[in-house]
């Protein structure tokens, strides 16, 4: 029969020194994972895409890998569904008009062109926040730098394309 454990003096039983070692070795433990700063360089899982290398290798890998899940692709912008203005702060005379066709050439729904009274640093693309993605698209396909959210007077359904020199 094991001997009895000590207790306190309100009768609670003292842990015995293989629970208070354990105890030990495991807070140890976790601060030596903290301070090398995770995994061992041999237990360090290594991401691979399945287009990377598409011929499998002969030999299997001595460091373990899985496959990357294909990420998911956000929807595709439909340009003939997003409405465009497209403005003039240029002194180049028939710039937005010419660049509006090449929008509409392009699929982009133009609504417009005009001339811009302002100060636009740069050709920039505005959109609303709903059409940020459309917004990235167009400036893309027009060589565009600069897009930015809309602000007053623009108008808050479409994007809005000022120009301030050839693109």
Do not use: C, H
């Not at 899985?66 to 003039?88: D, F, L, S």
């Not at 050709?123 to 396909?141: E, G, H, I, M, W």
Request: no cysteine; glycine share 8%.
């Amino acid at each position: 029969m094991p001997a009895p454990r000590r207790r306190d003096e309100r009768g609670t039983a003292f842990p015995s020194p293989v629970v208070l070692l354990s105890v030990v070795a495991v807070a140890m433990a976790g601060v030596a994972f903290l301070a090398t700063d995770g995994p061992g360089e041999e237990e360090r899982v290594t991401v691979v895409s399945r287009e990377a290398d598409p011929t499998p290798s002969a030999t299997p890998s001595a460091t373990p890998t899985r496959t990357a899940e294909p990420a998911r692709k956000a929807p595709a912008v439909r340009r003939g569904e997003v409405v465009v203005e497209v403005y003039n702060q240029s002194g180049i005379s028939g710039l937005a008009g010419r660049v509006a066709d090449r929008t509409a050439d392009i699929g982009w729904q133009v609504v417009g062109s005009d001339n811009w009274v302002g100060t636009i640093p740069s050709s920039t693309v505005y959109f609303p926040p709903r059409l940020q993605k459309a917004a990235d698209v167009l400036a893309r396909d027009l060589g565009i730098d600069r897009v930015v959210p809309a602000v007053e007077p623009m108008r808050f359904d479409r994007l809005t394309v000022i120009l301030t020199g050839e693109l």
